[in-house]
Nanobody, 124 residues
Framework: QVQLVESGGGLVQAGGSLRLSCAAS????????MGWFRQAPGKEREFVAT????????YYADSVKGRFTISRDNAKKTAYLQMNSLKPEDTAVYYC?????????????????WGQGTQVTVSS
């Protein structure tokens, strides 16, 4: 069983930055594809970014491309989401997700494990 714990959310002004962390428990973190998703009030959960087991491949939603960077440190069993140039429309609860895989995964249903979420609020 894998547990994921997100941290790093908060309130930031538009144009600011935040870095989210997702700490994983258990073994075999380095075999997992990791993903970040977000869910705004009244909206469905949407894909943000994904990274493969080695960190060598990444993929982003068009809405965050060029502003957000996903990364991972397998030694620390932690994934990160660096968010720059934040906009009010980025306001949401952000979730990290994991699944043992060798490919990138972009839909929520493909992931096995989920964190509890961390709130990101961007003020205008």
């Amino acid at each position: 069983q894998v547990q994921l714990v997100e941290s790093g959310g908060g309130l930031v002004q538009a144009g600011g930055s935040l870095r989210l962390s997702c700490a994983a428990s258990g073994r075999s973190f380095s075999t997992y594809t990791m993903g970040w998703f977000r869910q705004a009030p009244g909206k469905e959960r949407e894909f943000v970014a994904t990274i493969n087991w080695s960190g060598g491949n990444t993929y982003y939603a068009d809405s965050v491309k060029g502003r957000f960077t996903i990364s991972r440190d397998n030694a620390k069993k932690t994934a990160y989401l660096q968010m720059n140039s934040l906009k009010p429309e980025d306001t949401a609860v952000y979730y990290c997700a994991a699944r043992p895989s060798i490919v990138l995964l972009t839909t929520a249903g493909e992931y096995t494990y989920w964190g509890q979420g961390t709130q990101v609020t961007v003020s205008s």
